[in-house]
């Protein structure tokens, strides 16, 4: 029968073998030790696994769930402390619709909706004042050209133009 005794430096590194050599038939003295044996080597070393993968996978969504706030606005409630249940649960695909106005993309969507509406004139969902800068120096160009209009009505234009620009 072999003779093995437990290693007193196990937690150091070079220990990592007497797992791997635990797992090979020649070091048992039967058969049926080595099935026992490598069953369990095994499931000790599935244990010492799924322990850093928990952790690995927690510190994941909590990114997941950092970012997708941060980007779309979605807000998370917590259920249970512990263990750890959030709502709404992470889904397996996300599309990016914009939850919240005050998230990052929620932020760049208004200020292309702000440009699109005062520089071109386009009717957004956030903002409705017309005509745009666009519009308002083609009238005063229009005007100009016809010779329809006075020089103060054309430096008025010019100004509100201005004060949307600045």
């Known amino acids: 029968m072999a003779d093995n005794t437990f290693p007193a430096d196990w937690r150091e590194p070079p220990c990592f073998i007497v797992l791997k050599i635990a797992e ?3 070091f048992w003295a039967t058969h049926d030790d080595f099935a026992r044996g490598y069953i369990a080597v095994t499931e000790l070393e599935a244990c010492l696994m799924s322990t850093c993968l928990d952790v690995l996978l927690q510190q994941n969504d909590a990114l997941y769930r950092l970012l997708n706030t941060a980007l779309l606005g979605q807000a998370y409630t917590v259920v249970s402390e512990d263990p750890l249940v959030l709502t709404p649960s992470i889904e397996p695909a996300v599309d990016l619709t914009i939850l919240d106005q005050d998230s990052l ?30 519009q308002q120096l083609q009238s005063i160009l229009d ?9 103060g009505t054309v430096i008025a ?3 509100l ?6």
């Open 157 to 159: 234009d010019l100004e």
């Open 24 to 26: 090979n038939r020649g």
């Open 161 to 166: 133009i201005i004060g949307a620009l600045a």
């Open 105 to 134: 993309m929620g932020r760049i969507d208004r200020l292309t909706q702000l440009i699109d509406n005062r520089i071109a004139g386009t009717d957004t969902p956030l903002y409705d004042e017309l005509p745009g800068v666009k």
């Open 143 to 151: 005007a100009i050209a016809a010779d329809e209009t006075d020089l």
